[in-house]
């Protein structure tokens, strides 16, 4: 099992930055996959970027070129740098781990980290 926890959400004006981290209680080394999903009021929960154990990333069209997924092993946390923010991007963004049992993926969520952006 793991406990995740995300910071670094908040208010900001479009065009804006903001750095999400999401601190993981175990270590992430053997973790299969992480990602960032974010859900918008009324709207279903998306994928927004990933990462897997070996640093493969994957991203949703609308956030390429302007968001980057990153993990730091060493201090057990993933991290989703986003830039040139929009006001679209305003939604509740929820950190995923994927662990592996044998041929099981089971899913561990954060309890989400809201992001704002102004126009």
């Known amino acids: 099992q793991v406990q995740l926890v995300e910071s670094g959400g908040g208010l900001v004006q479009a065009g804006g930055s903001l750095r999400l981290s999401c601190a993981a209680s175990?270590?992430?080394?053997?973790?299969?996959?992480m990602g960032w999903y974010r859900q918008a009021p009324g709207k279903q929960r998306d994928l927004v970027a990933n990462i897997t154990s070996g640093g493969s990333t994957n991203y949703e069209d609308s956030v390429k070129g302007r968001f980057a997924i990153s993990r730091d092993n060493a201090k057990n946390t993933m991290y989703l740098q986003m830039n040139s923010l929009k006001p679209e991007d305003t939604a509740v963004y929820y950190c995923?781990?994927?662990?592996?049992?044998?041929?099981?993926?089971?899913?561990?969520w954060g309890q989400g980290t809201h992001v704002t952006v102004s126009s």
């Open positions: 995923n781990a994927q662990l592996k049992f044998g041929f099981i993926l089971r899913d561990y």
């Open positions: 175990r270590s992430i080394f053997s973790i299969y996959a």
